[in-house]
């Protein structure tokens, strides 16, 4: 296969980089995300955390044990909460 192959389509990570992340010792889920940026997009690792945790349970032999730690905006929030509004008034 040529060309890069994208794990983290928001982020634009690749295997390799992944990969890269694996040799220089980051073996756990979060330390790979801190290490490549994987998960730090618009979805939130919704689309890219299952094929990381592939690779890094393919590298080590073990699965990852916890997942990546959310950041915001991970609870949606309403538009109406963000300006004050009362969202019962008619």
Known sequence: MSG???VCRCEDVTLD???KALEAGHHDIES???YT??????????QCV???ARVIAEH???SPTL?????PPYHPVSLA???GLDEEAP
């Open 67 to 71: 997942p990546i730690t959310p950041r």
């Open 32 to 34: 790979v995300k801190r």
């Open 81 to 83: 909460a963000l300006a």
């Open 4 to 6: 890069k192959v994208l």
């Open 37 to 46: 940026g994987f998960g730090t997009g618009w979805c939130q690792g919704k």
């Open 50 to 52: 299952v094929a990381c």
């Open 60 to 62: 080590t032999g073990a």
């Open 17 to 19: 980089e992944v990969q």
